[in-house]
């Protein structure tokens, strides 16, 4: 971790609410996506030093997720409180959430409090604000789960690949992206080395979806979609009744590559390590699709490689 760049260290409480969507829950299925678009805003107002202002800790209420942030440095905190004053940091929040959870009209409602004090109304008295941030001194570490999504997004921002047995990051592509690869900050799990499955007596190594794997799917796969869904809800709670119907009625406007596309996002941003290839071809096969599977497969040369 990058050392503070001054001896000014002081935390802060952001509480976040939706009306439109209920955000500990999304937080819950789709952990890692959400907070790397939470990081990526905090990141927004760190200036020079990357871990100026960090996420300790994700706390959940009935609705609303709870941020604590640690600021380690007076700089970092001024940019963070103008910011906020400007209401940049809801813009933001608004846009990445609304990124990665597809819904594009998402508003949220911030709130930004230090013990019992409410800062939402003082943000005019800046060094009042900055006194109280630095009152209160962060009370424990980096929240263990949360430091090790740091590293795996650090290491895919640096071109290298997440250690195996500790991969469990989950990828935050949207259909607009799928051209282009995947963005600088998804992360595919990756499965244990030497895992493989049979398909028509030929060994294949069981890996991590990727952007190719989706896009051949939701292209092929037409009105099928929703019974391949409801095999895959078998094992995976993010496909549960009703989120098969919902996602028709939600996506009924739109072509059936992006419905079949928004099923599969949810399959993968909620299993993590485990929605795995095997997984969609055993899918596949069980609703007589073995036509698609081979098409997934053609993307593994020559089965074991």
């Known amino acids: ?9 002081g935390s802060v409480y952001l509480f976040i609410q939706s009306d439109s969507t209920s955000l500990p829950d999304q937080y ?39 941020l604590y942030l ?22 933001h929040i608004q846009n990445q959430l609304g990124h990665c959870l597809n819904m594009g009209s998402l508003q949220v409602h911030l709130e930004l409090k230090v013990d019992t004090q409410m800062l939402d109304t003082q943000l005019d008295e800046e060094e009042k604000c900055l006194q109280y941030i ?22 895919v921002s640096l071109g290298t690949s997440p250690s195996p047995e500790n991969s469990n990051v989950l990828p935050s592509s949207s259909p ?10 998804t992360l595919r799990s990756i499965s244990s080395e030497g895992s493989t499955f049979q398909f028509q007596g030929q060994d294949f190594i069981d890996r991590p979806l990727t952007s190719e794997h989706h ?34 009625y939600e996506y009924g406007r739109d072509s059936l590559y992006e419905q079949a596309y928004q099923m599969l996002q949810r399959f993968i941003d909620c299993e993590g390590r485990k929605g ?5 071809v055993d899918a596949l096969i069980k609703n007589g699709l073995t036509g698609i599977a081979e098409k997934l497969l053609l993307v593994q040369e020559n089965g074991l490689n």
């Not at 607009?176 to 900050?185: E, L």
């Not at 979609?225 to 549960?240: F, S």
């Not at 795995?276 to 969609?280: C, E, F, I």
Request: one cysteine or more; hydrophobic letters at 30%; proline letters at 4%.
């Open 1 to 9: 971790m990058t050392s503070c760049p001054s001896d000014w260290i």
């Open 28 to 66: 819950d299925t789709c952990k890692s996506t959400v907070y790397n678009a939470l990081r990526n805003v905090i990141s927004e107002f760190s200036g020079e030093f990357p871990n100026s202002i960090e996420i300790l800790k994700v706390h959940k209420s009935d609705r609303q997720l709870i």
């Open 70 to 91: 640690k600021f380690c440095g007076k700089s970092a905190c001024e940019r963070f409180l103008q910011g906020y004053r400007e209401r940049r940091v809801h813009q």
């Open 134 to 155: 630095s009152s209160l001194k962060p009370s424990y570490q980096k929240d263990d789960e949360l430091a090790e999504l740091d590293r795996l997004f650090r290491n």
């Open 176 to 185: 607009q992206d799928s051209n282009q690869g995947s963005p600088p900050h």
């Open 215 to 248: 896009q051949i799917f939701a292209k092929s796969v037409g009105t099928s979609w929703k019974k391949v869904g409801r095999t895959l809800k078998q094992n995976c709670h993010a496909l549960e009744d009703p989120a098969i119907e919902t996602l028709a």
């Open 276 to 280: 795995t290839l095997q997984r969609l």
